[in-house]
T-cell receptor, first 112, second 113 residues
Framework: TQLLEQSPQFLSIQEGENLTVYCNSSSVFSSLQWYRQEPGEGPVLLVT?????EVKKLKRLTFQFGDARKDSSLHITAAQPGDTGLYLCAGHPGGGADGLTFGKGTHLIIQP | DTGVSQDPRHKITKRGQNVTFRCDPISEHNRLYWYRQTLGQGPEFLTY????????KSRLLSDRFSAERPKGSFSTLEIQRTEQGDSAMYLCASSSRAKNIQYFGAGTRLSVL
């Protein structure tokens, strides 16, 4: 059983459409991070959410942390081909400084 | 700040050989982490160091895996007697104590033939 469940696993949409991907858990996280990874490269940090109910915006990307700090979502407005990649959520269940627990990721393809 | 650097980027080896990967963290970061990522999965935590101390190693996949960070700067991950199942991307990340946010290198892609 994955501690962090991401959905959908795969998503292919047309340029200009909006989309939302989800990261859910039955455990409480002190914070969650969202990373984007391109093939053959390491994950690149997009955002960290810390406070329950927090909303952070990064240009066309909107990240939300659930009130109970067990889930998070990423919404992309007017998707562009450059948004294509693997979107990973990660966190430390219950806090801590050791390794991150990652979800399996959402593979996103934006078709021109 | 040159980011986290990993070497080599790609490694092809024959089954049974030993391999060693190197990671240079961001210079002011005292924490260093190793992960493995297989196809279709998110990264899986293996071990981490604070300065030269290895604080967690129970998640290393077998006793064929070992890691060192002798002077608290760069780190090496060694896999002895490689098996085909070791084929994966090996990722290194670093963070500072003040800001517990991990920044990743580009990874080393290992192929065991």
């Amino acid at each position: 059983t994955q501690l962090l469940e991401q959905s959908p696993q795969f998503l292919s949409i047309q340029e200009g459409e909006n989309l939302t991907v989800y990261c859910n858990s039955s455990s409480v996280f002190s914070s969650l991070q969202w990373y984007r990874q391109e093939p053959g490269e390491g994950p690149v940090l997009l955002v960290t959410v810390v406070t329950g109910g927090e909303v952070k915006k990064l240009k066309r990307l909107t990240f939300q942390f659930g009130d109970a700090r067990k889930d998070s979502s990423l919404h992309i407005t007017a998707a562009q081909p450059g948004d294509t990649g693997l979107y990973l959520c990660a966190g430390h269940p219950g806090g801590g400084a050791d390794g991150l627990t990652f979800g399996k990721g959402t593979h996103l393809i934006i078709q021109p | 700040d040159t980011g986290v650097s990993q070497d080599p980027r790609h490694k092809i080896t024959k089954r049974g050989q030993n391999v060693t990967f190197r990671c240079d963290p961001i210079s002011e970061h005292n924490r260093l982490y190793w992960y493995r990522q297989t196809l279709g999965q998110g990264p899986e935590f293996l071990t981490y160091f604070q300065n030269e101390a290895q604080l967690e190693k129970s998640r290393l996949l077998s006793d064929r895996f070992s890691a060192e960070r002798p002077k608290g700067s760069f780190s090496t991950l060694e896999i002895q007697r490689t098996e085909q199942g070791d084929s994966a991307m090996y990722l290194c990340a670093s963070s500072s104590r003040a800001k517990n946010i991990q920044y990743f290198g580009a990874g080393t892609r290992l192929s065991v033939l």
